[in-house]
Structure formats: C-alpha cells, structure tokens
C-alpha cells in the first residue's frame, strides 16, 4: 500500500512556472512506476508524465513535450513534476498516481490532487 500527498500547485500567471511534488509513504516507493495524471472542469483525466522506477525512462503527454519534467528522489520517496511555460490550458487538478507497472493504464495508487491556475 502507497499513501501519495502532491503539493506545490497554486496561482501563476502564463508563461511562468511552478514544480508539483508527491510524497509517498512506506519503504517501497523505488519499486513503483510514478505518473502525473491531470483533470480539466468538465473534461476527463488525462495523463501527463510518466518515470520509471530508477528514474531512467520517461514519457509525457505530447501537450506537454518540452516544457513539463518529471523526476524522482528515491531516498526522499518524492516525484516531481516541474511545469515551465505555462499556459491557461494548463488548468486542472494534478494528481500523482503510483503502480508496479510502468506501461499501466490503471494505476493502482492515487493522491488527492492538487490544483494548478494559470492566469491568461
């Protein structure tokens, strides 16, 4: 079991940038695949960036391509989710999401989310 608490969202006008991070509890957090997952009001979730385990592959939406980075901290049991360029359709709730696999398309762990503004 994976408890995930994101934080770091909040107001930020376009073009600036703000980093998400996820804490996870327990001692296994190097064993799963992490994932940015994001929801719009009145749109469904979509996924955002995906890390390995060890940090060594990467995928990301291709909205996204060029001005997000993910990343991990193993030792701190924290994923980020660096967000530069902003832009107004980058609002929604971010959520982090955590599973064994990292080709899944059902994460099995999910934090509460936290919510991103970007002003026009």
């Known amino acids: 079991q994976v408890q995930l608490t994101e934080s770091g969202g909040g107001l930020v006008q376009g073009g600036g940038s703000l980093r998400l991070s996820c804490a996870a509890s327990?001692?296994?957090?190097?064993?799963?695949?992490m994932g940015w997952f994001r929801q719009a009001p009145g749109k469904v979730r979509e996924f955002v960036a995906a890390?390995?385990?060890?940090?060594?592959?990467?995928n990301y939406h291709n909205s996204v391509k060029g001005r997000f980075t993910i990343s991990r901290d193993n030792a701190k049991s924290t994923v980020y989710l660096q967000m530069n360029s902003l832009k107004p359709e980058d609002t929604a709730v971010y959520y982090c999401?955590?599973?064994?696999?990292?080709?899944?398309?059902?994460?099995?762990?999910w934090g509460q989310g936290t919510q991103v503004t970007v002003s026009s």
């Open positions: 999401a955590g599973d064994l696999n990292y080709y899944s398309t059902r994460y099995a762990y």
């Open positions: 327990g001692r296994t957090f190097s064993t799963y695949a």
């Open positions: 890390i390995s385990r060890n940090g060594g592959a990467t």
